[in-house]
């Protein structure tokens, strides 16, 4: 499941302008399709807005997480506890979707060349058989009277086990991630230690907003279960507190 899979199903869109402006790593080489990105340097996508809802009961899935840690469960239902934190996930159904034109520029970035800030980067808990794929910095225009992307936005970072699982770990300083559709605003509020987290979900895929020490992170995953969330969740959090 990718975001052209997920339009397609919540909205009648047409196919030609996810073909023509989506063309999947399967159908073509996911590497090839990274490395376009950036030869361009140019995320453009066409702008063809369409939203359809889509209705699944709402419920709270009480996650156990796995880990070497002694934990035991708390006596409020759908809290788990642990030596580091307390992790309550409440999963919002994905109820609509929206595509979105982004203007932006690319460029690749080394994981060794972060700042300081942000090196808590090389220790989130990836499920076993994840690799770091590619990264890259996107960069907008700080006004639109400027043709210059000069504003550093978002840090992304993908990793991989296949074509069917992947993680996407972005973070902007700025403001919130770009992303190349907009989500309907869920109510339920997850807890990760002290942190709300929004996550939302669609069969296999999961995206997860929240705000830490004045960072903005948007992560989606497909393929990865409930456990692999909160455990990757929790990681990212704990790593940015120190």
Do not use: W
Request: proline content about 2%; charged content about 30%.
């Amino acid at each position: 499941m990718n975001s052209k899979d997920l339009l397609r199903a919540l909205g009648n869109i047409d196919d030609k302008y996810l073909d023509e402006e989506y063309e999947t790593p399967k159908e073509k080489n996911k590497k090839e399709f990274y490395m376009k990105i950036i030869k361009n340097k140019k995320i453009i996508y066409g702008l063809s807005s369409a939203c359809a809802v889509f209705i699944l009961g709402v419920g709270i899935l009480a996650v156990q997480k796995k880990s070497n840690n002694n934990m035991m469960k708390a006596e409020n239902e759908g809290m788990v506890s642990s030596q580091n934190m307390n992790v309550m996930l409440e999963i919002n159904p994905m109820q609509g979707a929206s595509m979105a034109k982004l203007d932006a520029d690319v460029e690749t970035v080394e994981i060794n060349s972060l700042p300081e800030r942000f090196e808590f980067i090389n220790n989130i808990a990836l499920p076993s058989g994840y690799k770091l794929e590619n990264s890259y910095e996107i960069y907008t225009r700080e006004n639109y009277d400027t043709a210059e992307y000069s504003l550093l936005h978002d840090y992304v970072f993908n990793y991989s086990e296949d074509y069917e699982n992947t993680i996407k770990v972005a973070f902007s300083e700025v403001g919130e991630p770009i992303r190349d559709y907009f989500l309907d605003d869920s109510k339920k509020v997850s807890k990760i230690g002290n942190v709300d987290v929004i996550i939302s979900q669609y069969e296999k895929m999961y995206v997860a907003t929240f705000k830490c020490k004045e960072i903005n992170f948007d992560i989606e995953t497909n393929g990865i279960t409930e456990v692999e969330l909160a455990n990757l969740l929790e990681s990212i959090i704990k790593s940015n507190m120190k």
